[in-house]
């Protein structure tokens, strides 16, 4: 019953992204380099690299949705909203950013298992020090080349911080 209230919740979560599309100034500043760690239905070192309007993050962990599997995780986030949630005695408005794009995964046991997954996700950076904590889940389908062919669904969500170089 909760995998399904979950997978209810994704599900509305990817469809209602398309309203929010606007354009933005991107989570991450262009170039910026972010190394961290989060954990979740893994346990991950992560690495975000800024582009502008959308951000590339990868990540290297342990999967627990696949039995404690080694993966690697790699996604091209959009910002599509930005969140103004601080004014007043602050100078610089502060935002909570929410951005949405593909995900790929690579899980390695007991042979290959590629994954195809759409996320949506949510960051603040801190305003006094370069730190980024983010929240991004996602939901897609997995295909499985062991002793034989499988299809089947996989998920990823990860709570976690980043230190921005």
């Known amino acids: 019953m909760n995998k399904k209230v979950i997978a209810i919740v ?4 990817l469809a209602v992204t398309g ?6 100034n991107g ?9 961290g760690a989060g954990i979740g239905t893994d346990l991950s070192l992560v690495v975000k690299y800024g582009m502008g309007k959308f951000d590339l993050q990868g990540d290297l962990s342990l999967d627990f949705l696949s039995g404690n599997a080694f993966a690697v995780d790699c ?4 910002n599509f909203y930005n969140w103004n949630v601080v004014s007043g005695s602050l100078k610089a408005p502060q935002y909570i950013s929410f951005t949405t794009g593909p995900l790929a ?6 042979g290959i298992n590629l994954g195809a997954l759409w996320g949506v996700g949510a960051e603040y950076t801190f305003p006094k020090v370069p730190v980024t904590v983010f929240l991004k889940v996602g939901l897609g389908a ?8 499988s299809v089947g669904f996989t998920g990823y969500g990860i709570l976690g911080g980043l230190y921005n170089f």
């Open 10 to 13: 994704l599900v509305f979560a």
């Open 19 to 24: 309203l929010f599309a606007a354009s933005t």
């Open 142 to 149: 997995k295909l499985g080349f062991s002793d034989s062919f």
């Open 27 to 35: 989570t991450s500043k262009k170039s910026e380099v972010s190394v």
């Open 105 to 110: 995964k690579l899980i390695v046991k007991d």
């Open 75 to 78: 996604g091209a986030f959009y």
